[in-house]
């Protein structure tokens, strides 16, 4: 069973930074998908970032592209959202998630694609 445990929120002033972790276990990762998606109060959950455990490629979401960056040490099973000039609309709680994709890759945005999840953690961008 995937365990996902998410660190590294906290509040912020816009232009900051912050680096989230997610420490992951319970399997090894091959084949999986590794997201992180963000969810504000009153709205639906959102795909930001996204990055393939063996390859290492990487997408995201439009809004986040130039300012966030998604990677991953293999050997520490972790996985890291650096997040530059914040902005007041990137206030939200922030989760980790993973997929499991056996032979059959895709670019997968949806969060219902995603099986495993993090218990989230608070990102708050000042103005």
């Known amino acids: 069973q995937v365990q996902l445990v998410e660190s590294g929120g906290g509040l912020v002033q816009a232009g900051g930074s912050l680096r989230l972790s997610c420490a992951a276990s319970?399997?090894?990762?091959?084949?999986?998908?590794m997201g992180w998606f963000r969810q504000a109060p009153g709205k639906e959950r959102e795909f930001v970032a996204a990055?393939?455990?063996?390859?290492?490629?990487?997408y995201y979401t439009n809004s986040v592209t130039g300012r966030f960056t998604v990677s991953r040490v293999n050997a520490k099973n972790t996985m890291y959202l650096q997040m530059n000039s914040l902005k007041p609309e990137d206030t939200a709680v922030y989760y980790c998630?993973?997929?499991?994709?056996?032979?059959?890759?895709?670019?997968?945005?949806?969060?219902?694609?995603?099986?495993?999840w993090g218990q989230g953690t608070q990102v708050t961008v000042s103005s």
């Open positions: 319970g399997r090894t990762f091959s084949n999986y998908l």
């Open positions: 998630a993973a997929r499991f994709y056996g032979s059959s890759w895709s670019p997968s945005r949806s969060s219902a694609d995603f099986g495993s």
């Open positions: 990055i393939r455990w063996t390859s290492g490629s990487t």
